[in-house]
């Protein structure tokens, strides 16, 4: 065991922390209570790497939930900000950066002929949703289990049994009427998606189509083809969210890698390029139903922030096809090296871009398989990595997301904690 990293700043900010904000977090995930431990306060980023309040640096493989594709504080990423907000930090008034990042962005991704942008995920899946209902004039929306869209009512529903179920709230404050309107199916379940949508009136099918937030979890052979299906059986809206995959998985995201389009694309992190950016994006027939051009209403103070445009532009145009075969090959060789060390114990799943180690034998097909998970080991091992200086996902149910800054001496130095992280969880069994 090495000697325990001096983490004294940052249980002093956490204690200060907690009495002015929740968990002392702004997002729940932060505050590693999944995995037994208090938060790490971060000091900065440079490329792969943060450094905490303390002086400690970890090879970092959250990359801010796989926003910051290119790494902590992109020379590149900083430069256009920085010119951005030399010229003023917002407007609310349309700007011209907006526009070439659209038209980047319909360039790259199948199916986006116009996008709305927004500040989150949240709020463009949230759009996305209102959208299906008013071009279909129906109100139930079928979702996975394990699937996140983020944070609004209408999605935080859960299945009350591994069966496709009527949606329940899966938090106190969500309606019931408002959970009833969505239905929640396993994910890679052809016959649960078949009955819900033969018996209800469909609105949407909203899917990750590389489902990422209860670990990843591809698709099955044939399964977005099945959703694709389904959708036009039924006159249902296909939404992808690719907050995720968007320009991760390839260039154009799952849609181009798969073949399968949405009729709408729900797309964020890697957008924004580190900063507060994220679109629905779609077919101008559904997207002009969108104030001011149609009466679906959508707004927002800061959406196209200058700041956030050009931080998206810059990571961008980094992102050509030589960064996609660096980004899948790196990937490759963690989820490797992983699994060599893991051994039987764990499956390491991976696409370009990202993967998850599964504290089990057989990769997981859906959530209540993610589920049965060894959590606690999971959580161990997370410790002792950051111990090691690696920084990975705190919960079983996130991906890691390499970047195009982590070198192979940083992902060696990274296999080389987790073999001892592994020995060291093997060890205290
Ligand atoms: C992160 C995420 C969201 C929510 O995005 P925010 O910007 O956090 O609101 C939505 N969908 C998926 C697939 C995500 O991973």
Known sequence: ???????????????????????????????????????????HGAGAEIFDVDGN??????????????????????????AAAARGTSFGAPTALEVTLAEEVARRVPGAEMLRMTSSGTEAAMTAIRL????????????????????????????GSGLATQ??????GVPAATAADTVVVPWNDRGALERVTQRREVAAIIAEPCPANMGLIPAAEG?????????????????????????RVARGGAGER??????????GKILGGGLPAAAVAGPREL???????????????????????????????????????????STQRLAKGLAAAGGS?????????????????????DLAGAQRCDLAAYGAWCRELLARGVYPPPSQFEAWFPSLAHTDEQIERTLGAARAAFAAVTEAR
């Open 287 to 329: 997207l002009e139903l969108l104030a001011p051009v149609g009466e679906v209403y959508q707004a927002g103070t800061l959406s196209g922030n200058p700041l956030a445009v050009a931080a998206g532009l810059a990571t961008l145009a980094l992102l050509d096809d030589g960064a996609y075969a660096t980004l899948a090959e």
């Open 223 to 247: 399964f977005l083809e099945f959703l694709r299906e389904r959708a036009d059986a039924c006159g249902a809206l296909l939404i992808l969210d690719e907050v995720i995959s968007g320009f």
């Open 1 to 43: 065991m090495p000697p325990a990293p001096n983490d004294s700043r940052s249980a002093e900010l956490y204690s200060r922390a907690c009495r002015v904000l929740v968990g002392g977090v702004n997002s729940p995930v932060r505050a590693m209570r999944a995995i037994g431990r208090e938060p790490l306060f971060i000091d």
């Open 132 to 159: 299906a209902r008013a071009h279909t004039g129906r109100d139930v929306v079928v979702k996975f289990a394990g699937a996140y869209h983020g944070h609004f009512d209408g999605l935080l529903a859960q299945a």
């Open 167 to 172: 949606g329940i709230p899966a938090s106190p």
């Open 345 to 365: 114990a764990v499956s390491v799943v991976w696409m370009p871009g990202l993967l998850t180690v599964f504290f089990a034998a057989e990769p997981p097909q």
């Open 57 to 82: 640096a970890y090879v970092d493989y959250v990359c801010s939930w796989g926003a910051l594709v290119a790494g902590h504080a992109h020379p590149a990423v900083l430069d256009a900000v920085a």
């Open 258 to 267: 798969s073949g399968v389009s949405g009729d709408l694309v729900v797309l």
